[in-house]
């Protein structure tokens, strides 16, 4: 038995490598990893409490933060070390999901094993692994499930039960302090003793879970704030049937490409994303297969799983749908199913092992298993080369969905990086048809045509565009690098100061001043930003002056 064990798990953890080993010669990505990591004033600060202090970019993740933080202390800004840590703590969950599956969920051996196996090879969760801004994914749910078993330990042990209360509360924290996709982890508990053991379901239960309620309050208000800046419930600019509409072609888009991963893609935006017609058929084939089954068994615990692992994804999900001010209420992402797809991962896995012990079919469950093994685990690899660089990833989003606008800008970007000014070109023209009265598109039309034109002809059309739209960030960071070169440096400090109004942590920003500060000698200037640097802690260095 040892045995078998062991060459199941090598078995698993070879699929995985298998899977994630493109990335030992991946690197950050220009895609958020610039402002969530390399950029990050607190993940290069040497205070640690720095990551809890602040509100940074609309988000408040103060556990990631300070990992990046520690990370970057331990192996410096290599993105090596950030891959190979993200891989190992997917590995990590792996085998907690296979506890969770056995302890908690009381599952068979075969089926603890499909758990965790389907769960380290989805396709759908390459985007939370190989993406190292999306470490708090899996940083998340790594402290949930260790929260999950803790609370578990508290339940089921007489002594020491409540040290395992505490731990599991500070797990809970950690796991909302990565990322607050764990919000609804206290309803999903709750609802786990309702159905699966009514007799302890008791007030006191319900009572027992009031921390974790308050925690999961304190950092939906807290995500709340820092993407809007204010407190309220729902977006006012989308209206009860939008939001209906919405929730809907949301549930359906994650169940069908959880159960069939297909047409994955790194960026979705409504009314470019579509459901293609069997997606429909998918989804209603397997609710209804679920109803049959359920009709079929007299088994009481499974019956309980197939009521409850359905019901764990679609609560799990809610916060994931932007229906309140979450997040960016325009996508979806597969990133968003690292958490809630651990329910229809956990059914799967029921129901291929009750399926398994039938011997009248068990060899064609078995031909599945093995196609469906091979389906996932070359669906992820290929999902792990998009994910190797911006311009695998923007170019496979364009491929899929051509008129998705964040995809034309940001291949737009890396064909201008590549000098491919004709290509950028291109794109940008296809952009500013879509979105016509957009400042960045109009900069970027600009920004190409840099190499057939002057410097001072790119100013002027700049400083134009800035006439129509002042106080735009971008075109100021744009003018103030213009005007550095160009040694206007009383300029570029205007320019700069409107990009610290925006973000007075800029690292880049500080680091241009410092550099004009020490041509200028500017005394106003210098106060003017150790005052920026004393207030949000920023790691730079100002020479003192007289």
Same mark, same amino acid.
């Given at each position: 038995m040892i045995i078998k064990n062991l060459l199941l798990w090598a078995a698993l953890l070879g699929l995985t490598i298998f899977i994630y080993y493109p990335l030992h010669s991946a690197g950050f990505l220009y895609f958020d990893d610039n402002w969530s990591i390399y950029n990050n004033p607190y993940v290069r600060s040497s205070d640690f409490l720095n990551s809890f202090r602040f509100i940074y970019y609309t988000d408040y993740t103060p556990v990631t933060t300070f990992y990046f933080s520690l990370v970057n202390r331990v192996f410096g800004m290599n993105p090596f070390y950030f891959h190979l840590l993200n891989v190992l703590i997917h590995l990590c969950n792996g085998i907690l999901v296979f506890i969770l599956g056995r302890k908690v969920f009381s599952f068979g051996l075969f089926a603890a094993y499909l758990f965790a196996g389907?769960?380290?090879?989805? $396709?759908?969760?390459v985007e939370s692994v190989a993406w190292i801004t999306e470490t708090k994914d899996v940083l998340s749910v790594f402290f949930l499930l260790l929260s999950w078993l803790a609370f578990d330990r508290f339940k089921t042990l007489k002594s020491y039960r409540y040290t395992f209360y505490a731990l599991s509360l500070i797990l809970f924290f950690l796991s909302l302090g990565s990322k607050t996709i764990s919000v609804t982890f206290p309803v999903l508990l709750v609802l786990f003793y309702f159905i699966y053991d009514r007799r302890t379901f008791s007030k006191r239960l319900v009572l027992q879970t009031v921390p974790f309620f308050g925690l999961s309050l304190l950092f939906s208000l807290l995500r709340m704030y820092a993407e809007s800046g204010e407190m309220r419930l729902?977006?006012?600019?989308?209206? $009860?049937?939008?939001?209906?509409?919405?929730?809907?072609?949301?549930?359906?888009?994650?169940?069908?490409?959880?159960i069939f991963p297909h047409q994955l893609s790194g960026f979705y935006e409504n009314g470019v994303f579509q459901l293609f017609w069997y997606e429909y058929l998918i989804v209603l084939a397997f609710f209804v297969a679920l109803c049959l089954i359920y009709r079929k068994t007299r088994d009481m615990a499974e019956k309980q799983h197939i009521v409850y692992f359905p019901v764990f994804t679609v609560i799990a999900l809610l916060p994931m749908l932007k229906i309140i001010p979450w997040s960016v209420n325009f996508m979806v992402a597969d990133r968003y199913m690292y958490f809630p797809a651990i329910g229809l991962y956990a059914l799967f896995a029921v129901l291929l092992a009750k399926l398994f012990t039938l011997k009248q079919i068990r060899v064609f469950v078995v031909i599945y298993m093995l196609l469906l093994t091979l389906h996932l685990t070359v669906s992820a690899r290929n999902r792990v080369y998009v994910w190797h660089n911006d311009y695998n990833l923007?170019?496979?989003v364009l491929q899929k969905y051509p008129n998705t606008k964040k995809g034309l800008h940001n291949l737009s970007v890396q064909h201008l990086f590549?000098?491919?000014?004709?290509?950028?070109?291109?794109?940008?023209?296809?952009?500013?048809?879509?979105? $016509?009265?957009n400042v960045k598109n109009k900069l970027n039309m600009i920004t190409t045509k840099l190499n057939s034109g002057t410097m001072d002809e790119v100013r002027q059309k700049i400083e134009a565009l800035e006439k129509e739209g002042p106080g735009n960030m971008t075109t100021a960071q744009i003018l103030a690098l213009i005007y550095y070169q160009q040694k206007e440096y009383k300029k570029a400090i205007t320019k700069l100061k409107v990009v610290l109004k925006f973000d007075p942590t800029h690292l880049l920003?500080?680091?241009?001043?410092?550099?004009?500060?020490?041509?200028?000698k500017d005394r106003d200037l210098y106060v003017y930003q150790k005052n920026l640097i004393d207030e949000f802690k920023i790691p730079i260095e100002l020479t003192e002056m007289p």
């Open positions: 389907i769960f380290l090879i989805h $396709p759908m969760h729902l977006d006012s600019n989308l209206g $009860p049937v939008t939001v209906l509409k919405n929730t809907v072609i949301k549930y359906l888009f994650y169940f069908s490409r959880s923007w170019t496979d590549r000098k491919e000014y004709k290509k950028a070109l291109a794109l940008q023209t296809k952009l500013l048809e879509l979105a $016509p009265q920003t500080h680091k241009l001043l410092i550099s004009i500060n020490q041509h200028l």
